[in-house]
C-alpha cells in the first residue's frame, strides 16, 4: 500500500469517528429468472460510516408544482465509509437502512480509489420514509 493510500485511509477514519453512525443496509437484489425477476433480501453489516446533509442544500426549499398538487422534497443526504464498507447502488441492487428514526435508501455509492486502491466509499440517500 503506497503512503498516500494509507493516509487518505486514515483521514477517512478520522472523518467517521467525529460523528459516527453504525447501520445494518438491507438490501433487495432483483435478477432475471427465466422470463422475469427473482427477487432476494439480504444483510450487510453493521458498518460505521458517517451520515451528513448534503452541501447547501439542506437549506434549500424545493418545491415541485403539479395539476394534483406540490411536493416539498426531503434534505439530500449523503454518507463516507471506509474502504471495507459493502454499500451498493445499481439498477439491480437497492440498499436501505435506519438512522435518525428515518429510513434512507442509497442513492449512489462511488468507491474512491487512489491508484488501483480503494480507500473509501461515498455516495447520496433520500429519505424514504
Known amino acids: 500500500m503506497n503512503d498516500f493510500a494509507k493516509l487518505r485511509k ?3 477514519a478520522f472523518t467517521i469517528s467525529q460523528n459516527p453512525t453504525e447501520i445494518t443496509i438491507e438490501r433487495t437484489t432483483r435478477a432475471a429468472n427465466g422470463g422475469g425477476r427473482k427477487v ?3 444483510t450487510a453489516g453493521p458498518f460505521t460510516v458517517r451520515l451528513f446533509q448534503q452541501g447547501g442544500r439542506q437549506i434549500a426549499v424545493n418545491v415541485s408544482q403539479s ?3 406540490s ?3 426531503a434534505p439530500f443526504w449523503a454518507f463516507l465509509a471506509d474502504a471495507e464498507a459493502d454499500i451498493q447502488c ?3 441492487v437497492t440498499d436501505e437502512f ?3 428514526g428515518q429510513r434512507f435508501r442509497v442513492t449512489s455509492a462511488i468507491p474512491r480509489y487512489w491508484q488501483g486502491e480503494r480507500t473509501s466509499i461515498d455516495g447520496t440517500l433520500k429519505v424514504v420514509s
Open 71 to 73: 411536493r416539498n422534497d
Open 10 to 12: 486514515a483521514d477517512v
Open 40 to 42: 432476494e433480501k439480504s
Open 90 to 92: 445499481s439498477s439491480s
Open 98 to 100: 435506519e438512522a435518525f
Open 67 to 69: 395539476t394534483a398538487g
